[in-house]
């Protein structure tokens, strides 16, 4: 295919989008059409970022080994060939087809390749300006490539439990805790709560999840694709259950809300019925979960969100009526008020009047 020959600079065709989806995670893009348009978006600010500078000397694209769609799949095919190696194994085999490259070039294409196949932003410090509101990641040359995915998602230092009802949805928290949803292309930022910002970040790739756990599958009959399954398996559907936690299917608020956000994908299945869920459910996802169950339960800041959060009939009805017996207490206070300062004033009125008429002309 000639057009996979295509600059990284250069947006991808329709059929270069179609080959390096086949070649990621195997999948037949012509069959489902419009589902990775959020990661092509993802994509494409990715390939502008490597232009980012004041000049082309420092653009990032300018010391890269990759420089066309086609090299970045080679290196995801040189990745998934063992998850065991470490960097400088994967640097030497990659030499065979960037020969002459030296060791900074093909590092800043792997961690290209990386944030391509993974959708976890490996980068240098150096570059974190390209994302500040997302860490950095970086892969050092002692790991291996499994153990480095595999650091990134801890599992949880907290045993606490709580349950996870049908209310807990990101439309909810959004609109009875003042919580703002941020969107982030980087897996490992999934869920990172900012206090100060009042800012929750979510990942929304979940058709690429899909395909990650398809990998794992696959790699039950197809022995071959083992070193393809990279993300843990349990990190997987984690994921995609806490987006069906957040998000659920069919729910008129969130349906409301991801309009508002132009995502669709809390559309896309399976969809399967676990029932009722609890923190305990979630391994990595767990401390994460926990901070925003507990700011999610916290007393309402500002008169809208308490007029809006209605969890317990009870205690909103009581708050409203007593709101009401305060207001109405008022207005007969300033009313009688108003009254007896008016009563005073005419019965001063009359006295001056019957003072007037005593007073001989």
Request: hydrophobic share 40%; charged share 20%.
């Amino acid at each position: 295919m000639a057009s996979i020959r295509s600059l990284l600079s250069d947006r991808p065709c329709a059929d270069v989008e179609a080959f390096i989806i086949s070649q990621l995670w195997g999948t037949d893009l012509q069959t489902l059409p419009g589902s990775y348009q959020s990661y092509f978006r993802y994509y494409g600010t990715e390939c502008r970022r490597l232009q980012f500078g004041i000049s082309k000397e420092a653009w990032q694209s300018t010391s890269m080994a990759a420089n066309t769609h086609e090299h970045v799949i080679t290196i995801v095919n040189t990745l998934a060939l063992d998850k065991s190696r470490n960097r400088p194994t994967v640097r030497a085999l990659l030499r065979q087809h960037f020969p002459g490259s030296h060791d900074l070039a093909l590092d800043r294409s792997i961690d290209f390749a990386l944030r391509a196949w993974l959708t976890m932003n490996v980068r240098e410090e150096s570059f974190a300006l390209h994302t500040p509101r997302t860490p950095t990641i970086q892969w050092d040359d002692s790991s291996s490539l499994a153990g480095f995915v595999l650091r990134n998602f801890p599992r949880a230092t907290t045993t606490s439990s709580y349950p996870l009802d049908h209310t807990f949805t990101a439309a909810n928290i959004n609109r009875l805790s003042g919580i703002d949803i941020e969107w982030t292309p980087c897996l490992a930022d999934h869920l990172r709560f900012d206090k100060r910002r009042r800012l929750l970040r979510v990942y929304p790739f979940k058709k690429t999840l899909l395909d990650h756990l398809q990998i794992w599958e696959s790699s039950k009959t197809t022995p071959e694709k083992a070193s393809r399954a990279l993300i843990p398996l349990t990190v997987l559907k984690e994921a995609l259950l806490s987006l069906d936690l957040l998000f659920p299917y069919r729910d008129p608020l969130t349906d409301s809300f991801m309009r508002q956000h132009d995502q669709t994908f809390h559309l896309e299945g399976p969809f399967e019925d676990s029932g009722p869920l609890s923190l305990m459910d979630f391994d990595h996802w767990r401390n994460r979960l926990l901070d925003l169950h507990h700011m999610f339960h916290s007393p309402p800041v500002g008169w809208s969100q308490i007029w809006a959060d209605r969890r317990n009939p009870l205690q909103w009805y009581t708050f409203w009526l007593a709101i009401v017996i305060l207001v109405l207490t008022l207005a007969f206070g300033i009313i009688s008020s108003v009254t007896a300062i008016i009563q005073t004033c005419l019965a001063y009125e009359s006295i001056k009047i019957a003072r007037s008429q005593q007073t001989p002309g």
